[in-house]
Nanobody, 116 residues
Framework: QVQLVESGGGLVQPGGSLRLSCAAS????????MGWYRQAPGKQRESVAT???????NYLDSVKGRFTISRDNTKNTVYLQMNSLKPEDTAVYYC??????????WGQGTQVTVSS
């Protein structure tokens, strides 16, 4: 069974930084598009950043220039470096591994709270 385990969430002050990690197991990690999604209370889940097997990246407009997604295929891990955090970045962040529209796996989520 595929496992995606997120870590690195927490409470941070506005302007601060966090680095999320997602360790994957039981998949051919290098062949998957990996992504970070988030869901704030009362809102729909949205795509924050994705990175393809060829390392092409895509970002939500509101995080461009502040967040960076990367992957380490030797460790089966995807990262999300989040800088200059804002209160509106507060959400549960989910890791996703996808090979197609029908093959998609989700982690359990990690809470990120940006507050003074």
């Amino acid at each position: 069974q595929v496992q995606l385990v997120e870590s690195g969430g927490g409470l941070v002050q506005p302007g601060g930084s966090l680095r999320l990690s997602c360790a994957a197991s039981r998949i051919i990690f290098s062949s998957y598009t990996m992504g970070w999604y988030r869901q704030a209370p009362g809102k729909q889940r949205e795509s924050v950043a994705t990175i393809t097997s060829g390392r092409s990246t895509n970002y939500l407009d509101s995080v461009k220039g502040r967040f960076t997604i990367s992957r380490d295929n030797t460790k089966n891990t995807v990262y999300l470096q989040m800088n200059s955090l804002k209160p509106e970045d507060t959400a549960v962040y989910y890791c996703n591994a996808a090979r197609s529209s029908t093959i998609s796996h989700w982690g359990q989520g990690t809470q990120v709270t940006v507050s003074s």
